[in-house]
C-alpha cells in the first residue's frame, strides 16, 4: 500500500513542479495582457531564448548560478528592445498586428537560436550543489533540483507580489494601467513603465527558461512544447488574471503528471479538454471578466 500511496505522492510533486514552471512563464504573458492588453505569442520563444543564453554562459564561467542571473536579464533586455522598437509601433492598430508582429518575432528568435547554436539538443547539467535525492518519507526520494524549482518559483513570484502591490513603482504601474492620461498629467513617463512591465514579463519567462533547462534540454522546440501550455493556462485562467493563472498552472500541472503515468497518448487531448470544460462552464476563464 506504502509504495502505491508513494508513487501518486510523487507523481503529484512532479505536476506540482511543472504547474510551478509553467506558472512563472504564464505570469509573465497574464501580467503583460493585463497590464498593457498586448496578447504576446512571442512570449514562449523568450523563455526558450533565456535556456539558450543559460547554456552560454555556462559555457564561458561554468557556473550555473551565474547562468540563473544573467541569463533572464538578456532575456528582458531583449524584450524591452522588441517593445520599444516594434510593439509599440503597432499597439494603436489593434490586436491584430500585435498577434502578427510578435508571431514573427517568435520566428525570428526561432531561426536565430539555429544559426547560433545549431539544431542539436544542448545539455545542462544540474549544479553540483542541487543533485541527488532528498527524502520525503513513506520511501520516497526526491530529486533535490525539482524542489529547488518550486521554491525559486515562489520566492520569485512573492517577490514580484511584494513589488506590484506593496511599493511606489507597484502603485505607479497599476495607476498607469487604469488612467495613463493621468498618471502622464503628473509627469510620469507611462510609456516607459509600460516598457518596464513587458521587461519584467519576460524576465520571469527567462527565469523559467533557465530553470527548466536541465529538466527538458535545451532544443529549439522549447518554444512551442511549453507555450501551448502556457496558452491554455492563461484562457483558462482568464486573461489578465494572475490567480487564475496560477489556480489553472498547477491544475494543468497535476493532470500532465498522472497523464503521462496513466494514459501518456491522451495528455494533449486532456489539456485541451480541461480548457474546454472550464470554458464551457466560465467563458471568460475562472477569474477573467467579460468587457463592458
Known amino acids: 500500500m506504502s509504495s502505491v500511496v508513494g508513487m501518486y505522492i510523487t507523481q503529484g ?5 511543472y504547474g510551478m514552471l509553467l506558472f512563472l512563464v504564464s505570469s509573465g504573458l497574464t501580467l503583460i495582457f493585463g497590464m498593457m492588453g498586448i496578447l504576446n505569442l512571442a512570449h514562449a520563444s523568450f523563455f526558450m531564448l ?4 543559460c547554456y552560454a554562459v555556462l559555457q564561458v564561467t561554468g557556473s550555473f548560478w551565474t547562468a540563473l542571473i544573467i541569463a533572464p536579464v538578456f532575456a528582458a533586455f531583449f524584450g524591452v528592445l522588441a517593445e520599444r522598437f516594434l510593439l509599440r509601433k503597432v499597439h494603436a492598430s489593434g490586436h491584430i498586428a500585435e498577434l502578427l508582429l510578435t508571431l514573427g518575432m517568435s520566428l525570428v528568435i526561432l531561426e536565430a537560436v539555429k544559426v547560433f547554436w545549431g539544431t542539436e539538443s544542448l545539455i545542462i547539467t ?12 513513506l520511501d520516497i526520494n ?4 525539482r524542489l529547488f524549482i518550486i521554491v525559486i ?17 507597484g502603485k505607479i504601474v497599476r495607476a498607469s494601467v487604469t488612467n495613463p492620461q493621468m498618471v502622464s498629467a503628473l509627469g510620469i513617463n507611462t510609456p516607459v513603465v509600460f516598457m518596464l512591465v513587458f521587461g519584467i514579463g519576460t524576465w520571469l519567462a527567462g527565469i523559467a527558461g533557465v530553470c527548466a533547462a536541465p529538466l527538458l534540454t535545451v532544443f529549439p522546440g522549447m518554444a512551442d512544447q511549453m507555450g501551448m501550455d502556457c496558452f491554455v493556462v492563461v484562457v483558462t485562467g482568464g486573461l489578465g488574471s494572475l490567480l487564475g493563472a496560477f489556480i489553472a498552472a498547477l491544475g494543468i500541472g497535476e493532470l500532465n503528471a498522472f497523464g503521462v503515468q496513466f494514459v501518456p497518448r491522451l495528455v494533449p487531448v486532456i489539456t485541451f479538454g480541461f480548457m474546454v470544460i472550464v470554458l464551457a462552464i466560465k467563458p471568460t476563464g475562472f477569474f477573467g471578466e467579460r468587457e463592458a
Open 153 to 169: 518559483a515562489c520566492v520569485t513570484l512573492i517577490f514580484m507580489a511584494l513589488i506590484l502591490f506593496k511599493t511606489r513603482l
Open 142 to 145: 526526491y530529486p533535490i533540483y
Open 126 to 137: 544540474v549544479p553540483e550543489s542541487l543533485t541527488g535525492l532528498v527524502n520525503l518519507g
Open 13 to 17: 510533486i512532479h505536476g506540482l513542479v
Open 50 to 53: 533565456a535556456a539558450y543564453f
